[in-house]
């Protein structure tokens, strides 16, 4: 079974920065993995971030542009958000989710969430 967690999110002042980190297990390696972050704050909906392919190409939300970089560690299975000028409206629950994709062996279509990590942001 594939396993998503997240980790490095906690409080942070306005203009301050943090690196969040999705390590993915169970995953098999004949498929392919597209990767990005999700955020939902309170009393709203969950919301595109930033992604990431297999292949290394990004996409972003345009407010977190210039702000925000996706990258990922093939070799760990891990992938991070950096998150640099941070601002109240960043505040919300951070989510990683992982898209399998692949013909060869398990490599159905499925997608897969971990439980989120916080990301307050304090003015």
């Known amino acids: 079974q594939v396993e998503v967690v997240e980790s490095g999110g906690g409080s942070v002042q306005a203009g301050g920065s943090l690196r969040l980190s999705c390590a993915v297990s169970g995953g098999d390696r004949y498929c392919t993995y597209d990767m990005a972050w999700y955020r939902q704050a309170p009393g709203k909906e969950r919301e595109y971030v930033a992604g990431?392919?297999?292949?290394?190409?990004?996409g972003y939300r345009d407010p977190v542009k210039g702000r925000f970089t996706i990258s990922q560690d093939l070799a760990k299975n891990t992938v991070y958000l950096q998150m640099n000028r941070l601002n109240s409206e960043d505040t919300a629950m951070y989510y990683c989710?992982?898209?399998?994709?692949?013909?060869?062996?398990?490599?159905?279509?499925?997608?897969?969430w971990g439980q989120g990590t916080q990301v307050p942001v304090s003015s």
């Open positions: 989710k992982t898209e399998q994709f692949g013909d060869i062996g398990p490599c159905a279509r499925a997608t897969y």
């Open positions: 990431i392919t297999k292949s290394g190409s990004t």
